[in-house]
């Protein structure tokens, strides 16, 4: 069953947010080598950061992994690892691709997946004799193999003299256009030092409601769940302007959030968490945040980022979150009835990321909710274009 999050979403983080031109690649060379295993565990976390917090999050399953390391001791040609040189620090690198090869070279090495459990290999078809040995029980009964797997080469470029922290987002975004699309925030943990998106990830993955919400079981490993949380903290906070340009727009409030350190955002993920279990509860699951089709009287299976936005916010007002849950069929039947304007719906189907069409879905929604419930709400910092 495909999940919502690997079909096409307008209102999700893309190339159009990319803003470059000729001369912002002028500088760009690729030095291309082989680098053999022991010099990339000799790298990583001296040189290359795999960010923690986002090993947990790790893609492949543990028969991939294994099925890697055998590939390593087979001597089958590896895909080329894509290094960044870090221009705040030329001796450190952000990883482009190949992130979970690497992980899985330092889990294998260091003896335990990210989790904690210990990596033992498994599901091995040519290399059968490995199948249950961890990396120590390698070296002591197959020294041979064990030496061919650290010596294995695998080709590693580093692009250097990048100017822009865009340059780096849209070869990310081209690199994984051509399969399931990753998501940039993994990129933007490496751009964007700091505990703020830390501390996302980390509140995020015991927030089982918003997994619900989701129809995950476990925090999504391409980490749009985290995603979802900052734009909701953008839109809600006000700080930044949103002027069109998603990515800006996310990068500018990680960056600001940063700054404002710990005190300015521990105590504000509460809201998250109640205004997406108040719509839990006023749904009924697995209708929240899911477009309403009025001729079909049903809504669609898959989650709509843009419709979030506006119903989560609004639920952030006490009175409106306590009148709703007091009376569901209220909220839910004033939702139904935005869904009949052409204006509401055109605004989170195509083109969802304008400053126009950001604006029309807020303000019809919101003018609904003080038609409803005689509650004000205050719109999201907007850039305005009318001038």
């Known amino acids: 069953m495909i999940n919502e999050f690997t079909e096409v979403d307008e209102s999700d983080e893309g190339g159009s947010d990319f803003s470059l031109s000729l001369e912002d690649f002028a500088d760009l060379y690729v030095i291309p080598g082989d680098w053999s295993v022991l010099t990339l565990i000799d790298s990583i976390d001296r040189m290359i950061n795999l960010d923690p917090e986002f090993q947990r999050r790790s893609v492949w399953s543990k028969t991939a992994k294994s099925k890697f390391i055998e590939s390593l001791a ?120 700091g505990g703020y998106i830390k501390y996302v990830i980390a509140k995020t993955s015991q927030l089982q409601e918003l997994q619900q919400l989701l129809g ?52 504000s993920f509460f809201v998250f968490e109640e205004s997406i279990r108040a719509g839990l509860s006023i749904f009924d699951g697995k209708k929240f945040a899911r477009k309403y089709l009025p001729k079909e009287n049903q809504f669609e299976s898959r989650f709509n980022r843009a419709i979030f936005d506006v119903l989560a916010e609004s639920l952030t007002s006490e009175e409106v979150r306590e009148a709703s849950l007091a009376k569901p069929e209220r909220f839910i039947a004033s939702y139904k009835k935005v869904c009949e304007n052409t204006e509401f719906i055109r605004s989170v189907e195509t083109t969802t990321k304008t400053t126009d069409a950001t604006r029309k879905r807020f303000q019809i929604w919101f003018d609904h909710i003080q038609e409803e419930f005689g509650v004000p709400l205050k719109m999201p910092n907007l850039k305005d274009d009318s001038n």
């Open 216 to 267: 995950l079981k476990y925090p999504d490993k391409r980490m749009k769940d985290v995603e979802i949380a900052i734009r909701f903290f953008a839109f809600h906070n006000r700080r930044i302007e949103y002027a069109g340009n998603l990515k800006t727009f996310l990068d500018d409030h990680c960056n600001l959030m940063n700054k404002i350190g710990p005190d300015g955002y521990k105590d």
């Open 74 to 193: 087979l001597g089958v040609p590896i895909p080329q690892i894509l290094l960044a040189e870090d221009s705040s620090n030329p001796r450190q690198y952000i990883v482009l691709d190949g992130k979970q090869r690497l992980l899985t070279i330092k889990e294998f090495i260091y003896g335990a997946y990210s989790e904690g459990e210990p990596f033992k290999l498994s599901g091995l078809t040519h290399l059968g004799q490995l199948n249950g040995l961890s990396w120590e029980e390698v070296q002591l009964r197959h020294p041979d193999i064990a030496r061919q797997i650290q010596q294995s080469f695998i080709r590693t470029a580093v692009i250097r003299g990048w100017r822009r922290e865009d340059v780096l987002y849209e070869i990310f975004h081209r690199l994984n256009s051509g399969s399931v699309r990753l998501s940039p925030m993994e990129l933007r943990m490496s751009l964007i030092r």
